[in-house]
């Protein structure tokens, strides 16, 4: 499974787009992105998933270059109740034996 | 309607006994998980059943016993309870067959062992 990297945490004010950037160097031709979200004392929230190029829901959009070695989740005019961890996976999520592997994630911290 | 629903929400017990988590999900997906998450925030897959079939057994000690009697529920059992169990439980579901693979969590459990 390809390892993922990303900052520790972030601080954003609201109103502001928040950009926050996965490292997956070792990333498989047949992995995909994924991005969860999961708020304080609540389970994990699906926000977004990709292959290539970029991806955009109501919620966020995800930016993946062409190497794939890295992605960007970009959360447009946050506010306070994006305060969160995000997390950044990576997996073949047709082949059978996927499972969702967690890392750290990034907290986000969105102030007035 | 909740999508995933655990219970308990809270669970306080003592050291060596035995206990269960129960979890029901109502999206009709095919599979379902057992996650634990825990002081350091950390959050790891423990079991998956597909169909009733177990598919994920991650290495858990073998106190703990994943039971699915149909598609929509998956439990858990631990027995002889350590402090070192205690943790956040999640139960998620995903539709694998057709689906987006896209995971629903449950709020959690949270267990503390005294």
């Known amino acids: 499974l390809a390892k993922t990297t990303q900052p520790i945490s972030m601080d954003s004010y609201e109103g502001q787009e928040v950009n926050i950037t996965c490292s997956h160097n070792n990333i498989a031709t047949n992995d995909y992105i994924t991005w969860y979200q999961q708020f304080p004392s609540q389970g994990p929230r699906f926000i977004i998933q990709g292959y290539k190029t970029k991806v955009t829901n109501e919620v966020a959009s995800l930016f993946i270059p062409a190497d794939r070695k890295s992605s960007t989740l970009s959360l447009p005019r946050v506010s306070l109740s994006d305060t969160a961890v995000y997390y950044c996976?990576?997996?073949?999520?047709?082949?059978?034996?996927?499972?969702?592997?967690f890392g750290s994630g990034t907290r986000l911290l969105v102030r007035p | 309607d909740t999508a995933v629903s655990q219970t308990p929400k809270y669970l306080v017990t003592q050291m060596g006994n035995d206990k269960s988590i129960k979890c029901e999900q109502n999206?009709?997906?095919?599979?379902m998980y057992w996650y634990k998450q825990d002081s350091k925030k950390f959050l790891k897959i423990m079991f998956s059943?597909?169909?009733?079939?177990?598919?994920i057994n991650e290495t858990v000690p073998n106190r703990f016993s994943p039971k699915s009697p149909d598609k929509a529920h998956l439990n858990l059992h631990i027995n002889s309870l350590e402090l070192g169990d205690s943790a956040v439980y999640f139960c998620?579901?995903?539709?694998?067959?057709?689906?987006?693979?896209?995971?629903?969590f449950g709020p959690g459990t949270r267990l503390t062992v005294t």
């Open positions: 059943y597909n169909n009733k079939e177990l598919i």
């Open positions: 996976l990576v997996g073949d999520i047709h082949d059978s034996s996927y499972k969702l592997i």
């Open positions: 998620a579901s995903s539709q694998r067959e057709g689906g987006t693979y896209e995971q629903y």
């Open positions: 999206l009709g997906h095919d599979t």
